[in-house]
C-alpha cells in the first residue's frame, strides 16, 4: 500500500482544501476549509457557478450595505460546503469570522446563522463542524454551541491549555498547528527540525497523550503541516488535515508508516492534570510567547483575508 492508504488504517485522513478536484482524487473522509482556502477557490474560474450561487441566495434576504456583502459571505462558505459534502462521506468544517473572536454572543450567532443555512439545503448538524479561534471568548462560544448540539472544530490553537480548555467546554474537536509551532521556532532558533523534534509535532503528541490519560472525548485533529515527516510522526493521531501537496506526496510513496500514537501508550504516560479557569488560562497562555503571537497572527492573517473575500464579492452585488 502507499503511504496514505497506510496512514488510513490507524489515522482519519481529512482533506485541508476547497478545491473539488483534490477531494475527489484523495478522497479524505472529512474536509477542512477556511477564509483563505476559500478565497483562494472562489477566485478560480471553475468555480464560478458556486459563486454565483451564494450571490443569488444573498439577494433573496433583505440586508444592504455591509451585511448584504456579510451574507454573501455566509451564503460562500456554505455554497462551498455544499459542495464538499457532495463529494466525501463525513463532515465539513466552515469557520466563524475570525473578527468576532473576543465576542461570545457574536461567536455564537455566527454560528447558529451557519448551521441555519446549512439546514436550509437539508444538511444535519451532525455534518457540519463549526470553527472557532481557541480564544477564552471562543472557548466559552463553544460551550453553549455544544449543548445546543452545534458541534465546534477549535482552530488556531497551539498550546495545552487552549487544549485542556477546549476539551472542558466540551468541543467536538480541536485543530492543533503543526506547521506554524515549527515556523515560530525556527525563526527563533534559526535551524531546521527534524520530524522527530519539530515542536509542532511535539506539542500534538501532549495534546493527545493528555486526552487519552484522561479520558476527554475531544477529537484531536493534527492541522498545517510543512512536510510529510510532520504527518508521519503523527500517525495514529485521531484526524490529520492535509493539504493536497502533501497527500500527493503520500500517495506516491510506499515506504513503511508505523504507528507512533496509541491510546494504549497515552494512557500510561505520567502527565499532571490542569485545572482551568479563566485567570490560569490567560497566564498560561501569556506565559507562551509562540501560543500567543501565533494565536494573535492567525486571527489578523484570518481576518485580512476575509476582507479580501468582501473586497472581492462586493462588486457582484
Known sequence: ????????????VV????????LREYAPCDATTNPTLILKAAQMPEYATVVEKAIVRARRSSASGDRLVNETI???????GLEILKIIPGRV???TDAALSFDVSAIVAKARRLIELYANHGIERERI??????????????????REGIRCNMTLLFSLVQAVACAEAGAQLISPFVGRILDWHKAKAGRDFAPAEDPGVLSVKRIY???????????VMGASFRNVGEVLELAGCDL???????????????????RKLTPESATAAIIEKMEITEPHFRFLLNEDAMATEKTSEGIRNFVADTVKLAGFVAPKL
Open 1 to 12: 500500500m502507499n503511504q496514505l492508504d497506510q496512514l488510513r488504517q490507524f489515522t482519519t
Open 15 to 22: 482533506a485541508d482544501t476547497g478545491d473539488f478536484a483534490s
Open 74 to 80: 455566509d451564503q460562500l462558505l456554505v455554497h462551498f
Open 93 to 95: 468544517s466552515t469557520e
Open 129 to 146: 463542524l463549526i470553527k472557532i479561534a481557541s480564544t477564552w471568548e471562543g472557548i466559552q462560544a463553544a460551550r453553549v454551541l455544544q
Open 209 to 219: 497523550t493528555y486526552y487519552k490519560k484522561f479520558g476527554h472525548r475531544t477529537e
Open 240 to 258: 490529520l488535515t492535509i493539504s493536497p501537496n502533501l497527500l500527493a506526496e503520500l500517495k506516491k510513496s510506499e515506504a513503511p508508516v508505523p
